[in-house]
């Protein structure tokens, strides 16, 4: 595909992102409209100012960082195992954050249950890949050690919910995933980790453009092959707890975000870099407009509707141009 | 230049090599010859670095070393400029090539007769295409060894002859190339040196001439063979 239709799609892209963020921040049961974006920078006391700066800017903000990461590190994930199954959470983070969520909940009944999501995916994230790295590293095996970390922390988080009937509830819906309001973190230090996160990626990117050859042809660089493949790991898991964090756990819109966006550009990671950002932002952006309108006042959790939303785009995507996942 | 010293190496109860010892001279092109599982791709393998030997040494003072496995997995949804471009990316933080760096893609490109084939999407190649763009890899690698597992399977005669033409010129800019091939009278005529794979774990390293023996190759493939000799040609024809 030439550059300059690589250009339009990325502008379309960006179009559909723009769209998503205005009716995650203007529309919905509330319409605001644009009239109100002058107002909103300087914060009044009024009912729909207060609407905005305290609900929906917020929840947008979170939205956007949430999808961004998860698309990143999903691709992050596919490029170092060049295997298009393989999402963000592998490496024992969805499990990792659900404990914290749940202990959060069992032990402090806290409202800060996404500090401690964020927190169990680091250390889970952690403890995986440095089993992997013990003896010698292999994407092979931190797939297999998260997928037994995963299991193992999820049996637990079964037996919390099981032997605490009275909290079961709350917790198997925070587990669905939603944007949530903490009392730690502020909105501006999750806005710096989210910078941050996105140089080191960005830093990374032309790496990954090495890594796209083939693996055993690398092998004679094996230093390089490992640091970065390390390296790229470490940066997935951290924007995956950042987007824990963010909106809880949302399952495989860190598998669809990436393959849509491949299927579009192939394998330069330089334009999969800008369209996962953009495709996965409005992906969230979408999904949580939809979560709080649909049934208002009443919210879907927010991981179910991005799976409702998701599988079918997704499958739409496949049927057309499908044929580039060859067995 | 490559210099191996009382190599052992085994896989589980298998030896693959004995006390080997042998020299690989610079500059030249040379072929590893030998029958299915003499540890033609593990000798590659354990002079790229890849593999460690259990026994000896191999010493080599290469700055940078290129080897090209058999069986390659390609990326998807890129040109072929792209593919090649990818290894720039080694070293670089830079999110795009500069202005010399493409003028080597090109360069390598021309060199393996696949200028017109830049910006094809490297799914559409054909397996010949994409084999001499994996040599144009091996070019803009920069490396002063090149080593190819077999890397005229699946081609027809003509390209086989093409792609052992642009691998033999790659010996005039300096580069040392070691090439593992099947087809020994196609060997013949392009290798400078030659390395036969015996079946009691031995490497017999020489050159054409003394190489070319129906002792020697009845060493390694255990058929008697009647070698021709006419001036600088050898012909090699099985006995039956």
Known sequence: MSKSKKLVIITVLFGIMLLSLYLAIYAGYKDLGFKLVKKAFNIGNDPDSLILNFLRYPRAFKAFIAGSCLALAGMFMQAVSKNPLAEPYITGISSGAGLGIVLSVLLFNSVNYSVFGFFGALISSAVVILFAGFSRFSITKLILIGLSVNIFFSSLISFIILVNPAKSYTMMLILSGGITANEIISDKILLTLFVVALVFAGIFIPKLNYLRLDSELLETNKGKKYLYTVVIIIAAAFLTSLSVFSAGILGFIGIIAPQISRMLFGQDYRWLFASNILLGSSLILLSDYIARTVIFPLQIPLGLVVAFIGAPVFVYFLTRKGDMFRD | ?240
């Open chain 2, 1 to 240: 230049m490559i210099k191996v010293k009382d190599l052992y190496y085994s896989v589980e109860n298998l030896t693959l090599f004995e006390g080997v010892n042998f020299d690989i001279p610079k500059g030249k092109l040379s072929v590893i010859i030998g029958p299915n599982g003499a540890g033609k791709t593990t000798m590659l393998k354990l002079i790229a670095g890849i593999i460690k030997p259990q026994k000896g040494e191999i010493i080599s003072n290469c700055k940078e070393l290129f080897y090209l496995p058999q069986r390659i997995k390609y990326p998807q949804g890129i040109t072929l400029a792209e593919y090649i471009e990818s290894y720039f990316y080694k070293n670089n933080w830079k999110w795009f090539l500069s202005g010399e760096e493409k003028t080597k893609i090109d360069e390598a490109l021309s060199l393996m007769d696949l200028s017109d084939k830049k910006d094809v999407l490297i799914d559409n190649l054909s397996s010949g295409e994409l084999q001499k763009a994996n040599i144009a890899l091996g070019i803009v690698s920069n490396s002063d060894i090149i080593m190819l597992d077999e890397p005229t399977a699946n081609m027809d005669l003509v390209n086989r002859i093409k792609v052992l033409d642009f691998i033999k010129k790659l010996t005039e800019k300096g580069i040392s190339i070691i090439v593992i091939l099947h087809d020994i009278n196609l060997s013949s005529v392009y290798g400078d040196w030659f390395l036969g794979f015996t079946k009691n774990h031995k490497v017999i390293s020489e050159e054409k001439d003394k190489f070319f023996t129906p002792e020697n190759l009845k060493e390694i493939f255990d058929i008697d063979f009647k070698v021709i000799k006419d001036n600088e040609d050898v012909h090699i024809q099985v006995l039956n």
